[in-house]
């Protein structure tokens, strides 16, 4: 039962994971575009190194949540 609950915490993870890389791709794009003010630009950049560090930690708790599952 364990393992199952493991295998859906990775799932789970790895949704998070492309969720969080798909808003760093968008907050990036829009960072670089320069029609949009500078305090957009700005924040669109923060935003996107929030997702990125999101996405990063789903990946490790994906993998963590895969070994367990595995074990």
Same mark, same amino acid.
Do not use: L, P
């Given at each position: 039962? #364990?393992?199952? /609950?493991?295998? @859906? +915490?990775?799932? *789970?993870?790895?949704?998070? %994971?492309?969720?969080?890389? =798909?808003?760093? #791709?968008?907050? /990036?794009?829009? @960072? +670089?575009?320069? *029609?949009?003010?500078?305090? %957009?630009?700005?924040?669109? =950049?923060?935003?996107?190194?929030?997702?990125?560090?999101?996405?990063?930690?789903?990946?490790?708790?994906? %993998?963590?949540?895969?070994?367990?599952?595995?074990?």
């Amino acid at each position: 039962m #364990e393992v199952i /609950k493991d295998a @859906a +915490k990775a799932v *789970s993870e790895k949704f998070q %994971e492309v969720t969080s890389g =798909a808003s760093y #791709e968008a907050n /990036k794009e829009k @960072a +670089k575009d320069s *029609s949009n003010t500078a305090g %957009e630009r700005v924040g669109a =950049a923060v935003d996107a190194a929030g997702d990125k560090a999101k996405e990063i930690g789903h990946a490790c708790k994906k %993998e963590v949540h895969k070994q367990e599952a595995t074990h």
